[in-house]
């Protein structure tokens, strides 16, 4: 698919920032990115008032653009949410054991393209793989509302997810097998078992304290 030449620049400045390759805290200027990217700093200009307005960038005339970090907090908000949501939907799937097993047949295929991503060292693709494979759980339990709702989180969780393995590359195979324990807590339909399961999973992942522990 052929895009403009803003669209262009926004796409890749966005997936930089998502996957970690511009980090938070980090001032970059239209000249630097137009240069990397070959193209002319009018659509990279398009391109980072469009990430200022979602959020993403700070912009500073003269200076450059601001990577926004990600605010303090907020990881454990977009946690509490995700696990809300997430548990919802195996509760809701608990007397269902057909949908049950249609949507365990879907994480083992998502669990083996993990697996092959990992064995890359792909960071971008495999935090967009493990957004998928949380993002299938919440749509198993057929709530259109709280689908949408987490679609919203998306790219937060992919930032934080790419962040975390960013510093410890060790992250992957841990990920990994907690996303198996998941998928067979799912296949039990034991929805306590996975809601304590994904809030341990998702704390360790973000480097999170655990519950009642003080920083």
């Given at each position: 698919m052929l895009y403009s030449a803003a669209e262009q620049a926004y796409r890749e400045v966005k997936e930089l920032i998502l996957s970690g390759g511009l980090p938070g805290g980090e001032l970059i200027s239209e000249g630097e990115i137009a240069?990397?990217?070959?193209?002319?700093?009018?659509?990279?200009?398009?391109?980072?008032?469009r990430l200022e307005a979602e959020g993403w960038m700070r912009l500073y005339p003269k200076r450059g653009a601001l990577v926004?970090?990600?605010a303090d907090g907020?990881?454990?908000?977009?946690?509490?949410?995700?696990?809300?949501?997430?548990?919802?939907?195996?509760?809701?799937?608990a007397d269902q054991p057909h949908a049950r097993q249609?949507?365990?047949?879907?994480?083992?295929?998502?669990?083996?393209?993990?697996?092959?991503i990992a064995a890359r060292g792909d960071v971008a693709a495999f935090s967009a793989a493990d957004a998928d494979f949380h993002r299938m759980i919440v749509e198993a339990g057929e709530?259109?509302?709280?689908?949408?709702?987490?679609?919203s989180i998306r790219e937060r969780q992919c930032r934080m997810t790419a962040h975390s393995i960013t510093r410890d590359p060790g992250q992957l195979p841990r990920i990994i097998a907690d996303h198996e324990q998941l998928t067979e807590l799912v296949e039990a339909g034991d929805a306590a078992g996975f809601d304590a399961a994904v809030l341990v999973h998702m704390?360790?992942?973000?480097?999170?304290?655990?519950?009642?522990?003080?920083?």
């Open positions: 240069g990397r990217m070959g193209l002319s700093r009018t659509p990279v200009r398009e391109a980072f008032l926004v970090p990600v907020e990881a454990e908000h977009v946690v509490d949410a995700r696990q809300l949501v997430e548990t919802h939907s195996v509760r809701v799937l249609l949507l365990v047949a879907r994480l083992r295929e998502n669990l083996a393209e993990q697996r092959e709530n259109p509302l709280l689908a949408t709702f987490y679609s704390r360790q992942v973000h480097a999170l304290n655990p519950r009642g522990v003080a920083r």
